[in-house]
């Protein structure tokens, strides 16, 4: 299995191996590099709205009132959503910053648009 198609695991999760990758699948217009702090903090994030999603999971399986339910999934959409901006704050302080140093800023514009029109749906 190549190292880009292994499984995530509990050692994939090492942060050392994820601080480079691109924003296209195999064509960096520039390298996508961010902290160890931010990458981690992430991480982190991810990792608690997946334990709530579990919560969520065994709520519904226990068939416990739908209104309890509703607020549990609306807290995990709130935390997405809290995810979504710590991502988009990084990427338009560190990676279009790079894009303008670099003279490539309306490449990741187009890009930024793009997701941003994906994400808002």
């Given at each position: 299995?190549?190292?880009?198609?292994?499984?995530?695991s509990r050692d994939s999760d090492r942060l050392?191996?994820?601080?480079?990758?691109?924003?296209?699948?195999?064509?960096?217009?520039?390298?996508?590099?961010?902290?160890?702090e931010s990458l981690k903090r992430v991480v982190n994030r991810l990792s608690r709205i997946?334990?709530?999603?579990?919560?969520i999971k065994t709520m519904v399986q226990e068939s416990r009132p739908c209104p309890d339910v509703l607020v549990q999934v609306?807290?995990?959409?709130?935390?997405?959503?809290?995810?979504?901006?710590?991502i988009l704050d990084e990427h338009?302080?560190?990676c279009i910053g790079r894009?303008?140093?670099?003279?490539?800023?309306e490449i990741e514009?187009?890009?930024l648009k793009a997701a941003l029109?994906?994400?808002l749906l």
């Open positions: 299995m190549a190292t880009s198609e292994r499984p995530l050392e191996d994820e601080l480079p990758h691109s924003h296209e699948h195999g064509t960096p217009h520039h390298p996508h590099i961010h902290s160890e997946e334990g709530h999603i579990r919560g609306a807290a995990v959409r709130g935390a997405l959503d809290r995810v979504a901006r710590i338009l302080t560190e894009a303008a140093r670099e003279g490539n800023i514009i187009e890009e029109d994906r994400f």
